[in-house]
């Protein structure tokens, strides 16, 4: 529904005199309100000379909506304009209802080579804004003409897809530097790829690489255990590797099946060929994918350094009696020469898909452990109000192998402070915990044990015995018993996180070794508890709703949180240099809302 | 005058490695004589290997902060020297090189040369390999029999004896005529020749000599003598910015000339000790020398080689101020003031006086106790 024109805002008005009496701009049209957007239609002429791939002269829709705030686009007009996607542009398709194609300019991506043209930062006050995009704007047209819109050493930008449907769910796959390495050593070129869809999850996901034989090609794709709740989607997948991503020219990707093929034949690669020699298990109604991979490196003039992946859907392909005149159904000759004809002319538009890598180091950037913490086994014993906080850091701090150990079930008072949610009531707390931390991140490799860690056992159950990385969070002496008496053939990180009433302190101990040191433990907390034994002796005891007392202790969710982050630094510290002797840190919640850091080392000799 | 017999015991025990240190040396030492054994390419050339070091004799102490633990262990070879056979005589160099292939198999990574040995880092313990070439064949029973093979320290068990007889403390009591311990019947053994410091040339040495030596003093010295070695280590060590030198051996070979026989207590072994040093060599800093203490293996070596005559003034003169606090604390009759000038000597690992409790006796509680958990989760 589009809002009643407005009048002209004053401000917009000023800015668009300014821009205008720029060198090289010259209003067509005065602005018009179109649906949602200021609308103004303009000339821009270059510097340079006329040769080149970008007219002197071109026409530009500059679409504003809320001036200062809103966006600001450079759309080329529908007649007198660029027709082809370069870089640092939206695909420039044609719209058809729009007096503009849709390759808005990208004006404000920071430290490119437009920054040395224009001056940094974008100002956001109404005189300044419009003006510094129309400077902006010359001097893409400026770097477009002379190629020089990417310089090596930029990072590596994909060339946007064109037509690209806004409701198709993306296709989710994994790459990184050692799944690259293991194409380059694989001699196929081309193959079937297995695709599998979760329950909730808005997107595809290709599960597994396979060869023309269905057998299992390498790399195998390191989903984690969220992936075991997928089922395999009706639809399947040809894989095609290529040298280079296939751009026609600049940053335009192929938009017709025709372009598509002539793009891989100047790599070497008969596409069509491909398809048609694969088709045989593609011949069921359905509309399959194709994906084309090619290595790219992080940065410009890098070495290749990630296989990424284009999609696309393939229109659905000549099956059963969709035949040619003349052919029997199910020969292959007959279908070929029908998708010819029908299915895949060289003028059918390519039906592109969204990709997204989804693997670890791709979503990194926001802030993780560092791998060689992230890299640690852990077991975490105790899924309770501190365990669960423990865990849902870790997790999404980069931890993906991680066990967790509690036999309760969750009920309706541990919602107060748990991570865990209404959903996951009467489920048995490590279980429902597993499975909320599973969908934190595709690659974890959460695993549930609903048993309690206990002194009697004859050996340690073998979850445990493989941890690198023991962390007790329940609260319980013959937890710690159990891990005193156990023994570890390679020395092992300790840790046990326990708060005190109220969530005033958090005691993290940290000691290395092949067992849990528990006289260390107990000697360096009884300090604290002597300390604080007083502070809440005089508390009644806490009833819970109606019926038998059982224990609770108080403990606000803000208060646990905050010391549980807190934590993880220390927790992320001992593992990169795990402590010589055993060390005590209590963390303590000050009256100012800080938190301060207080570390003891344990001294005495360990008979 | 209070001995402070306990607190000694307390501190001394506090000093050497911990538990976990003498395990995890314990482990180190034991998988690489496994291993050693079972290298297909050195079985031709090995003889033997043993422990040396402070950590056999049980005179080490606890690695300061940030260091490890190290244990000593000698590589007997049938490799013959240059000066004994010239055609198929082996240079240090060439012995230390044949073992290479086997650090690199199992320590990849983890060894390097260290002039006359070999060194491995493991997480929490060094091991020092040395080399030896070939011994005299009449000692090879001795460097091959279980007394020489052992891994149990002195401390563990002060009846070692370097013979035949010899068996483990666990059996001792089962065999009846295994009581004669003595130096009577214990191999005479020559030296072994090692890689001198910069493995040009083969040196002499005799570790199984040290041992012997160290347990003979421990001994007479009715079993205080190897924490008397321990206290002045310690102390050298916290005294380590005024003096470095001399430390380890060295000066554990002081305390053996110098600690006297019979001595009752390790407080007094301590102030003996300090005031005989003190007293023996309080010419040499006046003239501005040092002097030459023969090897007990090897007389021909000189322990204080490495220390220069300016290293061993500063030590002296450390030494002075050592025994005067020492003999203060021995002679002092309140264990209080006599525990907080021992401290002065060792630091605060030895215990002091107790911490004088603000309220004394003994008060009703004014409500029941009730034992309540002081840690959630």
């Known amino acids: 529904m589009s809002t009643p024109a407005p009048h002209l805002p004053a401000d917009l008005q000023r800015a668009a005199e300014a821009a205008a009496a720029l060198d090289g701009v010259s209003v067509l049209l005065p602005w018009s309100w179109d649906t949602d957007a200021w609308v103004l239609r303009c000339r821009l002429v270059r510097e340079g000379g006329d040769a080149g791939p970008v007219p002197k002269a071109t026409d530009w829709c500059v679409v504003v909506r809320r001036y200062p705030w809103g966006s600001i686009q450079f759309m080329p007009a529908g007649v007198h304009s660029i027709e082809d996607t370069f870089w640092h542009q939206a695909a420039n398709d044609a719209c058809a209802d729009k007096p503009w194609r849709m390759g808005a300019l990208c004006l404000t991506t920071p430290g490119s080579v437009l920054g040395r043209l224009a001056d940094g930062h974008e100002p956001m006050d109404a005189d300044s804004r419009l003006p510094w995009h129309f400077r902006r704007a010359l001097g893409w047209l400026q770097l477009a003409n002379e190629g020089a819109l990417q ?78 709740g997928s089922k395999e989607a009706g639809d399947s997948a040809i894989w095609v590797r290529l040298d280079r991503i296939p751009v026609m020219r600049l940053a335009q990707l192929p938009r017709t099946w025709g372009e598509l093929v002539r793009a891989s034949s100047d790599q070497g690669l008969d596409i069509r060929a491909v398809v048609e020699r694969l088709a045989p298990m593609l011949r069921d109604g359905r509309r399959h994918y194709l994906l084309i991979g090619a290595p790219i490196p992080h940065n410009i003039g890098g070495p290749p350094a990630l296989m990424q992946w284009l999609c696309l859907r393939l229109p659905s392909l000549s099956h059963g009696t969709k035949q040619t005149r003349g052919f029997r159904k199910g020969n292959e000759q007959g279908y070929i020469r029908r998708d010819r004809a029908e299915a895949l002319t060289p003028r059918e538009v390519l039906d592109w898909v969204a990709t997204q890598n989804w693997d670890r180091a791709q979503r990194a950037t926001r802030g993780v452990l560092p791998s060689s913490v992230r890299q640690q086994r852990v077991a975490l014993i105790g899924a309770g109000a501190v365990g669960s906080l423990l865990a849902e850091n870790l997790v999404r701090v980069g931890v993906e192998d991680l066990a967790l150990f509690d036999h309760d079930q969750l009920a309706i008072g541990n919602l107060v402070r748990h991570t865990l949610t209404l959903v996951d009531l009467g489920q048995g707390k490590s279980v429902a915990l597993a499975e909320r931390l599973n969908r934190l991140t595709p690659q974890g490799r959460v695993v549930a044990i609903p048993q309690m860690v206990q002194c009697t056992d004859r050996q340690l159950p073998e979850t445990l015995a493989n941890a690198s990385v023991v962390l ?85 969710y803000d208060h646990l949180a905050g010391l549980a982050g807190c934590a993880i630094g220390v927790i992320e510290k001992a593992v990169s240099e795990p402590p010589r002797t055993p060390m005590l840190y209590v963390l303590e919640r000050t009256a100012d809302s800080g938190i301060t850091v207080d570390s003891t080392c344990w001294e005495q000799a360990g008979t | 005058m209070a001995t402070l017999v306990t607190k000694f015991s307390d501190f001394i025990r506090d000093i050497r490695p911990t538990q976990g240190q003498r395990d995890d040396m314990k482990q180190g030492h034991t998988v690489l004589r496994n291993r050693l054994s079972e290298f297909d390419d050195l079985q031709d050339i090995l003889v033997s290997d043993f422990l040396q070091g402070s950590y056999r004799r049980s005179t080490a102490i606890r690695p300061a902060e940030g260091c490890r633990s190290d244990v000593d262990i000698v590589v007997v070879t049938n490799l013959p020297r240059p000066e004994d056979d010239p ?180 407080a007094e072994g301590v102030t003996l000790t300090f005031e005989a040093i003190r007293d023996v060599y309080a010419a040499y800093p006046i003239i501005g020398g040092k002097p030459v203490l023969p090897d007990h293996g090897v007389p021909t070596h000189d322990v204080l080689a490495r220390v220069t005559a300016e290293e061993f003034k500063c030590f002296h003169s450390a030494v002075v101020e050592a025994a005067g606090i020492a003999r203060e604390a021995l002679d002092e009759p309140d264990a209080d003031k006599s525990a907080t000038l021992w401290q002065k000597l060792f630091g605060l690992r030895f215990p002091g006086p107790p911490v004088v409790k603000a309220m004394g006796g003994f008060t009703p509680p004014s409500e029941s106790a009730r034992p309540k958990p002081t840690r959630y989760a």
């Open chain 1, 472 to 556: 007790d969070a329940s609260g319980s002496d013959e937890v710690l018993c159990a891990l005193d008496r156990g023994h570890w053939p390679e020395p092992v990180l300790f840790l046990s996180a326990s708060v005190s009433w109220r969530a005033r302190h958090l005691y993290l101990f940290v000691a290395q070794g092949h067992s849990f040191p528990a006289n260390a433990f107990e000697a360096m907390l009884e300090p604290w508890a002597e300390q604080w034994r007083g502070d809440d002796a005089g508390e009644e005891e806490i009833w819970e709703g109606v019926g038998c007392w059982h224990p609770v202790w108080p403990g606000r």
């Open chain 2, 87 to 266: 055609v198929g005589g082996v240079s240090p160099a060439d012995a230390l090189a044949r073992f290479e292939p086997f650090v690199e198999k199992y320590y990849k990574g983890k060894w390097r040369r260290q002039g006359r040995s070999i060194g491995i880092e493991l997480s929490y313990v060094d091991l020092d390999l040395v080399i030896t070439s070939k011994p005299a064949s009449k000692d090879v029973e001795a460097y091959k029999s279980a007394a020489a093979l052992t891994s149990v320290g002195l401390e563990e068990d002060p009846d070692w004896w370097l013979s035949g007889a010899w068996v483990p403390i666990e059996e001792r009591a089962k065999q009846v005529t295994a009581a004669a311990a003595s130096a009577d019947n214990e191999w005479k053994t020559s030296p072994l020749w090692i890689p001198d410091r910069d493995a040009d040339e083969w040196d002499q040495t005799h570790p199984l000599s040290q041992i012997q030596y160290s347990r003979d003093r421990n001994k007479a010295c009715g079993g205080l003598y190897l924490g008397v070695v321990k206290c002045l280590k310690w102390w050298q060590r916290s005294r380590s910015t005024d003096m470095s030198k001399p430390k380890g051996y060295p000066l554990e070979h002081l305390v053996g000339l110098h600690c006297p026989d019979g001595i009752a207590s390790h």
């Open chain 1, 151 to 228: 310089d090596d050493g930029d990072p590596f930008e994909m060339p946007p897809l064109p037509n690209l449907s806004s409701s198709a769910w993306p296709m989710a796959y994994i790459e990184n530097l050692e799944s690259y390495r293991a194409w380059c050593c694989g001699a196929d070129r081309y193959g079937f790829a297995k695709l599998g869809v979760v329950p909730y999850l808005k997107a595809r996901l290709v599960l597994q690489w396979l060869d023309v034989a269905h057998k299992p090609a390498s790399p195998a794709v390191g989903w984690g255990a969220f992936a075991e």
